[in-house]
DNA sequence: CGTATCACTGGTCACATTGCCCAGTGAATG
DNA sequence: CATTCACTGGGCAATGTGACCAGTGATACG
């Protein structure tokens, strides 16, 4: 479960040049290449590493805006909203939080227009009580793990 | 920018199988491999495809807690905020949003009790005015991009 | 109507990498 | 002291890669 300071080399290397090969790895890494086979392979069924994944810009496929929505779900119908949800491909993930009820929806559309349209399908449902929507303007920190990766090698580090 | 069908199965494909090669691509697609390679080419110059970075899962990492933090921001003083989250590990994304100075925050932690440390780290800075957090307990739909790729396709092939 | 452009096919080639094997070593464990 | 484990450094056949090429069909353009 906590990773060393090779694995979080191997990560990070990874992060940065995802296309490299486990050869070239354990040449830039300095150790030998069924070493870093072997950490990969251990990296991946601790689930540390999920896959390797294309990572898909919704902006470039033509849906340039993100919203959040935050939903009140009726007692015991968070079953069926979640289902119904997940039928929408604008909604990306989403989320039960602390609240009796509450959800957080990540979603995308192609203009602020078009946001009315999805969240009319998203709320459209019987067991959603409430919705308040967040357009989000930037990103300044765009989704990242190499700093938690990071964090937790030096970790693990002074163990 | 728009994606046909054909992409929409490349992208696909290698969400499913991400260890896929582009010859094994080209053979189950039924398209000959420098078609594939082009489009990768062109889908990844495009910025569609952004990458193929390891996706790695903070819980595994040892930090099991996500939340949302909302943040409110004293006018001006964006900018330093936005530096200073920036230098959280723990923050994983970062998001303005609309409500003048308001951000959204995305947040892990190794407990209920450390997410409090992290908290005080992000909310111990000048320029925040408020802070309010939203502890994620499930999340019934992980972050995806496929049925949105695949909308997408569709979409294109209606033209 | 001809022509240029473009994407795709199906093939080749040399080269690098992969997956898999092995024996040997050093450290930590029991 | 024996065992286990991770790592090293090497070798092997098989595969995939990047780079080409000529030929073809469709589309757009003068």
Redesign the interface.
């Known amino acids: 479960?906590?990773?060393d300071h090779l694995d979080g080399r191997i990560?990070v290397l990874?992060?940065r040049e995802?296309?490299i090969g486990v050869l070239e790895m354990s040449r830039r890494l300095g150790v030998a290449r069924g070493t870093v086979q072997a950490r990969l392979d251990r990296l991946q069924s601790?689930?540390?590493?999920?896959?390797?994944?294309?990572?898909?810009?919704?902006?470039?496929?033509?849906?340039p805006v993100?919203a959040?929505a935050t939903l009140q779900i009726r007692q015991g119908q968070g079953a069926d909203v979640?289902a119904h949800?997940?039928t929408?491909?604008?909604?990306?993930?989403?989320?039960?939080?602390?609240?009796s009820g509450?959800m957080?929806c990540?979603l995308?559309a192609r203009s602020n227009a078009d946001l009315q349209r999805v969240i009319d399908r998203v709320v459209g449902f019987d067991g959603i009580v409430r919705a308040s929507t967040?357009?989000?303007?930037?990103?300044?920190?765009?989704?990242?793990?190499i700093?938690?990766?990071?964090?937790?090698a030096a970790?693990s580090a002074g163990t």
């Open positions: 479960m906590a990773i990560i990874l992060a995802p296309r601790n689930g540390v590493i999920r896959g390797f994944g294309p990572q898909v810009d919704p902006a470039a496929l033509g849906y993100t959040f979640r949800l997940a929408v491909p604008e909604v990306l993930e989403l989320l039960t939080t602390t609240g509450d957080l990540r995308v967040t357009i989000v303007m930037e990103n300044p920190v765009p989704l990242r793990i700093p938690l990766v990071e964090q937790a970790d």
